[in-house]
């Protein structure tokens, strides 16, 4: 199903311009990237600002199309088609840090660290994860001290995108130490350049998403001027909280354009390919595949666009935080299915470097692991859901437990 008749004219040109790009983008770049040839792919995205597509959504002030979060949903689909780890660079440092510096920085900051990167001067980076963990954000154990004038920066972080090839890092760390701390108050986010005390300790072999310089950072005595806080001290809380829509809607609208070109690929194949005297695609347990794949590509999409215009209607962290995070576990095990659906259809070719799904399918895999995985999405909607119930039901909502002929038999609903 096309859903070109949610997008309006406006973001209708700018598929088509998307579309260009996707069509220049050269085919070795692809292969080496994930050959790992190509460690981080900065032609690419120079071509991309020339092209104005970084950060469509960012006010035109900053380099921007002041476009909304359909048409970002929109553009990086269309991006994921090219492969999942060019989406992943494509978003990491114009879509997730400049948003977070947008939101929350200095009219200086944005000059400095979000025009040029819109134009494709200069990459960054976002490092939340640490050896330690990923998932407890808040257990972060780097720490940056309070010099008078500077922070001092001190410890690591891991899986970084970008750790090989960006110019600066968005890094949170912990500025209040002491003990009885509130984790949610304690951390502190930072604009860090690349330079003395920054450095690019190990670069990962990965099963996919290659090409992007995912890394391991550390941090040593690394001096970060005052200026570059990114919002309050102590105040990391509300970057990391805004920071979740560009890094799981977004993640979640990518992994629809890789999972589409699965799903291409074996449709062309199975409309081709013959078993016992017939075209493949005519045995139900073929066809029905195919037929799973595109409901969950389609109930995928509803979701993300559903999704973004939420978060265009600006309803708030309190409303779109269960639907966010239920985009990113449904959508990215929707097309991780799909993914899977796609090779099983095509057969021993499909498991070849003959046909990309071998790489989409080692690509996607991350889909459900980075940005938060889908079982810590799955804590973040179970407890929105409980919390939501209780409102519901404070605001008078009817008590469906009481329709039944017996519920007056209130000995036999034992609670405890
Ligand atoms: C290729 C790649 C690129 C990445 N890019 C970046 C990046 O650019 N920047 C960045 O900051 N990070 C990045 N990451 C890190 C990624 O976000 C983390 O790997 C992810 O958040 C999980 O953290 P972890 O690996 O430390 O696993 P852990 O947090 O140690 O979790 C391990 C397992 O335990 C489960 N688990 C943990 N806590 C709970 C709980 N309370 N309840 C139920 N289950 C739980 C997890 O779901 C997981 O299955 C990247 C990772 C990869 C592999």
Redesign the pocket.
């Known amino acids: 199903m096309s859903f070109d008749y949610l997008l309006s004219a406006e973001q209708l040109a700018l598929k088509e311009e998307i579309k260009d790009f996707v069509g220049w983008v050269p085919r070795q770049t692809i292969l080496d990237m994930d050959a790992d040839i190509i460690k981080f792919p900065k032609e690419l995205l120079k071509e991309a600002a020339r092209r104005n597509l970084l950060g469509c959504r960012h006010p035109r002030e900053w380099g921007g199309r002041g476009m909304d979060w359909v048409a970002n949903c929109m553009a990086v689909e269309e991006i994921g088609t090219l492969g999942y780890e060019i989406a992943c660079v494509f978003g990491?440092g114009a879509d997730l840090v400049c948003d977070a510096i947008i939101l929350h920085g200095t009219t200086e900051q944005k000059e400095k660290y979000v025009r040029p990167l819109l134009r494709g001067d200069i990459f960054a980076?976002?490092?939340?994860?640490e050896p330690r963990?990923?998932?407890?954000f808040f257990g972060a154990t780097t720490t940056a001290v309070d010099r008078g004038d500077h922070f001092l920066l001190n410890g690591q972080?891991r899986?970084?995108?970008?750790g090989e090839g960006a110019d600066y890092f968005l890094v949170y760390a912990r500025t209040d130490t002491r003990p009885e701390a509130k984790p949610q108050k304690a951390i502190t986010c930072f604009i860090v350049d690349r330079g003395p005390g920054v450095e690019t300790k190990y670069l990962y072999g990965?099963m996919g998403?290659r090409g992007g310089g995912?890394a391991r950072l550390v941090f040593k005595d690394a001096v970060i001027p005052k200026e570059n806080v990114l919002g309050q001290v102590n105040g990391a809380h509300a970057v990391f909280e805004t920071m979740m829509i560009p890094e799981r809607l977004g993640t979640a609208a990518m992994t629809i354009g890789t999972a589409r070109v699965a799903l291409d690929v074996a449709t062309h194949y199975t409309t081709r390919r013959r078993a016992f005297g017939q075209k493949i695609s005519s045995f139900q347990g073929v066809s029905f595949q195919i037929a799973e794949a595109a409901t969950l590509l389609d109930a995928s999409r509803a979701m993300a666009y559903a999704t973004a215009r939420a978060v265009d209607a600006g309803i708030g962290m309190e409303r779109v935080r269960r639907m966010i995070s239920e985009s990113k576990k449904f959508i990215t095990e929707s097309c991780q299915k799909i993914v899977h659906n796609s090779m099983q259809v095509v057969g021993g070719i499909g498991y070849t470097n003959v046909l990309p799904l071998e790489r989409i399918y080692r690509d996607v895999r991350?889909a459900s692991?980075?940005?938060?995985?889908?079982?810590?999405m799955s804590?973040i909607i179970a407890h929105e859901w409980y919390r939501e119930y209780q409102q519901r039901r404070e605001l008078g909502a009817r008590n469906f437990t009481a329709d039944a002929l017996e519920s007056a038999a209130e000995d036999e609903i034992i609670y405890e």
């Open positions: 990491v980076a976002e490092c939340l994860t963990g990923g998932s407890d972080k899986f970084i995108v970008g990965l998403c995912t991350l692991i980075w940005t938060g995985t889908s079982e810590v804590m």
